[in-house]
């Protein structure tokens, strides 16, 4: 079969192809997007161009064939969907945003042997706007003592890199206890509001292994039985949790030339790399 000789062009991080007679477009952020670009070059027959551009189509690709679209309806293992979770995963595949960690959190969350568990970890999500892992996890925070050790128990180190884990039958499932056992996490604006001298530490957890939201604070805790510290969120020259700061750790390649320091940040506000202890630009 010979090659196909596509007109296209490229321009500002989207690619526009005529197929058929007809241009289709897929900007930089499309599923398939790399594949369109390598189809182009290999000449790939029209029909399979055609499916690269059907973002419908992708979606097969990321999760196998446990999440499908029918319809505009995300059905998971033939089980129909609706929720803000599966909305917002529909409209971004029509805008063809790349929806892989969502499906991927997706297929982590009904691993989540609690249908209730399930259920408040969306509330806690909608109201924090959490950020979620290529693999499909959410990141959230930990305030731990000066020394790492959690506040309640001193037996949990969170230092970066060490994973905290308990048997889950040993986490409250109740929503209605507020406070009660299990590895805690929250949003920053909750979590830091316990920080005090000690630590504001970031923590990647896989929605399977949530287990309650307690309902006060506006869904803005929850209750664990695993999570792994990832990060930590520095702090300015006086002390006080910087919030609004991102932090980046262990470059190796790069040391402060005023205090020697090797962590940076980014600051939010001007996009501006940092030195995290004297805060001097890099």
Known sequence: MSKVQYTYITKDGS?????KGNAQTAIASHPNYDK????VKEGLPEDDMLKLFNTKEAITEYCGKEIEIKDGVLFYRGKELRNSLTTKILRMMDEQFNIEP???FLTNLRQNPSKTAQEELMLFMEANEMPLTPDG?????KAVNDDFLD???RTFSNKIGDICEMDRLDVDDNRQKTCSNGLHIGAKNYAGGFGGSGHLMIVKVNPRDVVSIPYDYNNMKGRVCRYEVIGEVPKQKDGKDAYNQTAVYDDAQWKCKICGC???YIDDFTDEERCADCDSLV
């Open 137 to 141: 996890y959410f990141l959230s925070y």
């Open 36 to 39: 369109i670009i390598k189809a």
């Open 151 to 153: 506040y309640h128990s």
């Open 15 to 19: 690619v526009t192809v005529y197929v």
């Open 102 to 104: 969502m499906t991927k």
């Open 262 to 264: 090797t962590d940076t």
